[in-house]
């Protein structure tokens, strides 16, 4: 039982986990409208929040339970005012919870140890708890989809902070780049297809077993050590591949096929439903010496032609890089925990320390060296040029510079109090039943108000 705390705060947002081996005898604790609030339900938080070292008091019970009185609130409104979700919606969601817990857990297999279910089966479980947790979530933006804020609000907000609460804004970098990965060929790809599909063709002969070929010659770090095997489901692998898995019959092997990734060669071991156990063998076509010449002497034209001024950074962008996610927006790399083209050095450090090391002796507007640049996301190397366009200075937040941050923030609160508001009168015209045990509760909302 060892995993029982960390699934339960990565499943924390579903309100119907039950924990495996549980002796306790569950009840109903609340109501609203048609929705009941489980006493297992603030058990699970509970332990969550033991297992975050935070005290297990009375008052935070209290919490827990005006939580769940709310995300209900919502579902009872979302009834009323017919708000649903897709099942791709929950499906996707679904995915992705899966895919951590996995992640922590030791992979789909241990998932489906510790549960004693198929995934499948784990998925049949908590779909309808994710389902009402996305359509809370779709009805709390109904209520403040019209929220808007001005420029004099923002002012306003900001000035009625006080002095001492004002947050301290550490450096930040905006950073554009240039890249060029060398292009493969068709030759390239030509060579590789041949090589994987030599291998298939020694595993149909039976000379060679698929789980020692994919343990020598696959390229996938994931799966080679497990003889290539990989368990998934529908909707979790690329479309190529996922339509391959489902070709298949138990035992059969693919012919060679490509993806973003690479050529493979796939057998199916099992299929259940959404659920499928394969290997694969995932060969990368090899970037030839002489193309990765042609970039580098590209990427060197390139930063001469900008330390001479003959061509704008705009223009070099649009002449040299063939980097899809960054060649169309004058090379601005984002923030992915962000979204914004402002880099906290925490951040960036995590996610591409190559460029840290580059940049931080710069001045704004100067640019580096050309360098090689492994990309670990799309597993391909390339060259490339960065360019620092922007240093922030650490401070105390300020509208000048810090606007955004502000407006946000100015926003949120807005939010909150339509939100407050909402809840208020929803709470009056809503039939609501608390367990006794909870009259005690300092609520921040009156639900006591029109107890039934």
């Known amino acids: 039982m060892k995993y029982t705390i960390l699934i339960v705060s990565l499943l924390s947002a579903f309100s119907a986990f039950a924990q495996?081996?549980?002796?306790?005898?569950?009840?109903?604790?609340a109501k609203v409208g048609t929705n009941v609030i489980l006493l297992?339900?603030?058990?699970?938080?509970?332990?969550?929040?033991?297992?975050?070292?935070?005290?297990?008091?009375?008052?935070?019970?209290?919490?827990?339970?005006?939580?769940?009185?709310?995300?209900?609130?919502?579902?009872?409104?979302?009834?009323?005012?017919?708000?649903?979700?897709?099942?791709?919606?929950?499906?996707?969601?679904?995915?992705?919870?899966?895919?951590?817990?996995?992640?922590?857990?030791?992979?789909?297999?241990?998932?489906?140890?510790?549960?004693?279910?198929?995934?499948?089966?784990?998925?049949?479980?908590?779909?309808?708890?994710?389902?009402?947790?996305?359509?809370?979530?779709?009805?709390?933006?109904?209520?403040?989809?019209?929220?808007?804020?001005?420029?004099k609000e923002v002012r306003d907000f900001f000035h009625s902070l006080p002095e001492d609460s004002l947050p301290y804004i550490n450096s930040k970098l905006g950073l554009q780049q240039i890249v060029i990965y060398p292009e493969i060929t068709e030759a390239d790809k030509q060579k590789t297809y041949d090589q994987l599909n030599t291998i298939r063709e020694q595993i149909i002969s039976g000379d060679k077993t698929f789980r020692a070929m994919a343990g020598v010659y696959s390229q996938d770090p994931g799966s080679r050590s497990k003889g290539g095997e990989?368990?998934?489901?529908?909707?979790?692998?690329?479309?190529e591949f996922e339509a391959t898995a489902f070709s298949l019959k138990p035992g059969e092997i693919s012919p060679v096929f490509e993806t973003e990734y690479g050529f493979h060669v796939m057998e199916l071991i099992e299929r259940k439903g959404d659920d499928y156990v394969c290997r694969h063998i995932l060969m990368v076509p090899e970037v030839s010496e002489e193309a990765?010449?042609?970039?580098?002497?590209?990427?060197?034209?390139?930063?001469?032609?900008?330390?001479?001024?003959?061509?704008?950074?705009?223009?070099?962008?649009?002449?040299?890089?063939?980097?899809?996610?960054?060649?169309?927006?004058?090379?601005?790399?984002?923030n992915p925990y962000s979204g914004e083209t402002l880099w906290d050095m925490e951040d960036l450090n995590q996610i591409d320390q190559q460029i840290f090391i580059l940049v931080n002796s710069l001045e704004v507007g100067e640019i580096t060296r050309p360098s090689v640049y492994d990309n670990m996301m799309e597993r391909k190397q390339g060259v490339r040029i960065v360019r620092l366009s922007e240093r922030t200075t650490p401070h105390k937040a300020n509208l000048k510079d810090d606007y955004q941050l502000i407006q946000n923030a100015a926003l949120n609160e807005k939010r909150q109090k339509i939100i407050k508001e909402w809840t208020d009168d929803k709470i009056n015209n809503a039939y609501i039943r608390i367990d006794e045990k909870y009259n005690a509760c300092d609520f921040r909302y009156n639900w006591f108000k029109n107890i039934n």
């Open 20 to 29: 495996p081996d549980s002796q306790l005898i569950d009840k109903v604790v």
């Open 40 to 151: 297992s339900d603030l058990q699970s938080q509970k332990i969550q929040a033991m297992q975050e070292n935070i005290e297990v008091t009375d008052e935070l019970e209290c919490t827990i339970l005006e939580e769940l009185l709310y995300q209900n609130l919502l579902l009872n409104q979302a009834d009323l005012d017919s708000v649903t979700v897709t099942d791709e919606q929950v499906d996707a969601e679904m995915e992705q919870r899966l895919r951590v817990i996995e992640g922590q857990i030791g992979g789909r297999e241990e998932l489906e140890k510790f549960y004693g279910k198929t995934v499948s089966q784990i998925k049949k479980e908590f779909r309808p708890a994710i389902r009402k947790r996305l359509i809370g979530q779709e009805m709390e933006r109904q209520i403040t989809a019209e929220v808007v804020i001005s420029p």
């Open 230 to 239: 990989i368990k998934a489901s529908r909707g979790q692998m690329v479309k």
């Open 292 to 334: 990765f010449i042609i970039a580098s002497e590209k990427i060197e034209k390139c930063h001469a032609e900008l330390k001479k001024n003959e061509i704008t950074w705009e223009d070099a962008v649009l002449k040299y890089s063939n980097d899809n996610s960054t060649n169309q927006n004058k090379g601005l790399l984002s």
